[in-house]
Structures are given as structure tokens and as C-alpha cells.
């Protein structure tokens, strides 16, 4: 009996201990959290662009994961979390897309689309920038009632760029991408990763990283005008 006992609290002891080191910011394969993408995750739309991304959590090849699909469109799904990168540096995810786009460049204004990205936003530090910037994001905080992101990591699928690549975003420079899968080869199949988006950030960007405010799934097609069909699995974060 005593044995029993002994397994039965070295189990538990385990699970938490592996809860501990996680950090699940979508999880989606729930199903005893169906709602989620009403509770936790918000629409996240743009000025201008009046047709949205279609997202909806979907059975697909046994397991329950978020479809998205885009045509001529741009929104994403936020969840506004506030995330120490020192203790959660690494994040993993997997996707699967069914297409890239034809007119998709990754350097120019009408080409900055992506069949599916991952969006980590960060946390205004008034210490990070100088006087001018302050005074813009104290502009836009007086305009909305807060402060925006004070800079983005994308971790985007490309049509045509080499992975491993870090560019700025065409339309803000305090967005920087990160190609981690490219081109007709690596469609139709799930693709699973892992990054250190501390390190990820520091390469980026030559700074130590501010809090994480909020973790995006983005799937867009407003500027190349194409359709794209895109499937996100759960996204945890992780202390290694």
C-alpha cells in the first residue's frame, strides 16, 4: 500500500512539476475548452482593411486545432498576455498551410502577406527609447487610452525568402520577421517548431527583450489579393 501511495504522489509531483515548465498561451487541442477563442483570444483588426480572416477551432486529422482562411483579407487572433521571456524564453508551435502566395515578397509593401505568421508583441519600456519616440507612443496612448506594443517578432511562413532570414516589416521597422518556412515545399505537411525568442529578439533587434504583451495568429492576404488556408496547433511556451 505504501508503494501505491508512494507512486500515486510521485505522479502528481511530476505533473506539476512539468506544468511548472510549461506555459500554454493557445490551447487548442482542449476540448473541455471550447470557447477559448471567445474567452481568451480577441479579434485583432486593422484600420482600413474591412474584410477579416475567417478563424474557427475545427476537428482536422484527429485532432482540434484553429483553421484560418484568408482571401483578400487581414485580421489575426490576440491573446494579451503578459510573458517574462526570462523564465519562458522559448516557444513552440506547429502549422500546416496549404498554399503560399504568388505575389508574396517579404521585403515590399505589396507582398507583405503570409498564409500564416505567429506574432509576438512586446511591452512598451519608456526606458528603451528615446525622446521623439516617447512622444509618439504618448501621442497613440492619448488617441486609444494606452500604450501600443513597443516592438513585434514574426515568425511568418514566406512564399519565396530563405529561412533563417530577419528583415524589417515594410510597414514598421519596429517589426521584425523571421523566416522559419518558405516556398511549395514545405506546404501541405505539419511543420513543428521551436524558438528562443529571447535570443530571437537580442539578433533582431541588439537589445535585451521587454515583457511580452501578447501572443497573434495571422493569417493575411489584403495586399497580394490571393487565399490562402492555413491550420495552427496548440502554442506553449516553455523555460527551455
Same mark, same amino acid.
Given at each position: 500500500?505504501?508503494?501505491?501511495?508512494?507512486?500515486?504522489?510521485?505522479?502528481?509531483?511530476?505533473?506539476?512539476?512539468?506544468?511548472?515548465?510549461?506555459?500554454?498561451?493557445?490551447?487548442?487541442?482542449?476540448?473541455?475548452?471550447?470557447?477559448?477563442?471567445?474567452?481568451q483570444w480577441k479579434p485583432l483588426n486593422f484600420k482600413k482593411i474591412e474584410k477579416h480572416t475567417d478563424y474557427n477551432l475545427v476537428r482536422f486529422e484527429d485532432r482540434i486545432i484553429v483553421?484560418?482562411?484568408?482571401? &483578400?483579407?487581414?485580421?489575426?487572433?490576440?491573446?494579451?498576455?503578459?510573458?517574462?521571456?526570462?523564465?519562458?524564453?522559448?516557444?513552440?508551435?506547429?502549422?500546416?498551410?496549404?498554399?503560399?502566395?504568388?505575389?508574396?515578397?517579404?521585403?515590399?509593401?505589396?507582398?507583405?502577406?503570409? #498564409?500564416?505568421?505567429?506574432?509576438?508583441?512586446?511591452?512598451?519600456?519608456?526606458?528603451?527609447?528615446?525622446?521623439?519616440?516617447?512622444?509618439?507612443?504618448?501621442?497613440?496612448? &492619448?488617441?486609444?487610452?494606452?500604450?501600443? #506594443?513597443?516592438?513585434?517578432?514574426?515568425?511568418?511562413?514566406?512564399?519565396? &525568402?530563405?529561412?533563417?532570414?530577419?528583415?524589417?516589416? #515594410?510597414?514598421?521597422?519596429?517589426?521584425?520577421?523571421?523566416?522559419?518556412?518558405?516556398?511549395?515545399?514545405?506546404?501541405?505537411?505539419?511543420?513543428?517548431?521551436?524558438?528562443?525568442?529571447?535570443?530571437?529578439?537580442?539578433?533582431?533587434?541588439?537589445?535585451? #527583450?521587454?515583457?511580452?504583451?501578447?501572443? &497573434?495568429?495571422?493569417?493575411?492576404?489584403?495586399?497580394?489579393?490571393?487565399?490562402?488556408?492555413?491550420?495552427?496547433?496548440d502554442i506553449i511556451f516553455k523555460k527551455n
Amino acid at each position: 500500500m505504501k508503494k501505491i501511495l508512494f507512486l500515486i504522489l510521485f505522479i502528481i509531483m511530476s505533473d506539476s512539476v512539468f506544468a511548472e515548465n510549461l506555459l500554454y498561451v493557445g490551447k487548442f487541442s482542449d476540448k473541455s475548452n471550447s470557447n477559448q477563442l471567445l474567452t481568451q483570444w480577441k479579434p485583432l483588426n486593422f484600420k482600413k482593411i474591412e474584410k477579416h480572416t475567417d478563424y474557427n477551432l475545427v476537428r482536422f486529422e484527429d485532432r482540434i486545432i484553429v483553421k484560418a482562411v484568408t482571401n &483578400a483579407s487581414a485580421s489575426g487572433l490576440i491573446r494579451n498576455i503578459e510573458i517574462d521571456l526570462n523564465e519562458y524564453p522559448v516557444i513552440q508551435w506547429d502549422w500546416k498551410v496549404e498554399n503560399v502566395y504568388k505575389k508574396g515578397n517579404v521585403k515590399k509593401k505589396k507582398g507583405d502577406d503570409y #498564409p500564416a505568421r505567429i506574432y509576438i508583441t512586446f511591452k512598451y519600456d519608456p526606458a528603451k527609447v528615446g525622446f521623439f519616440e516617447k512622444v509618439k507612443f504618448k501621442t497613440v496612448k &492619448a488617441i486609444y487610452g494606452k500604450y501600443p #506594443p513597443i516592438s513585434a517578432i514574426n515568425y511568418i511562413f514566406a512564399s519565396k &525568402a530563405d529561412k533563417g532570414v530577419i528583415v524589417s516589416n #515594410p510597414y514598421v521597422d519596429r517589426v521584425k520577421m523571421i523566416v522559419v518556412d518558405s516556398g511549395e515545399t514545405d506546404t501541405g505537411k505539419w511543420i513543428h517548431h521551436k524558438r528562443n525568442i529571447f535570443k530571437d529578439y537580442k539578433k533582431a533587434f541588439k537589445a535585451l #527583450p521587454p515583457l511580452v504583451s501578447g501572443v &497573434a495568429i495571422m493569417s493575411d492576404s489584403d495586399n497580394t489579393g490571393e487565399r490562402a488556408v492555413a491550420y495552427y496547433g496548440d502554442i506553449i511556451f516553455k523555460k527551455n
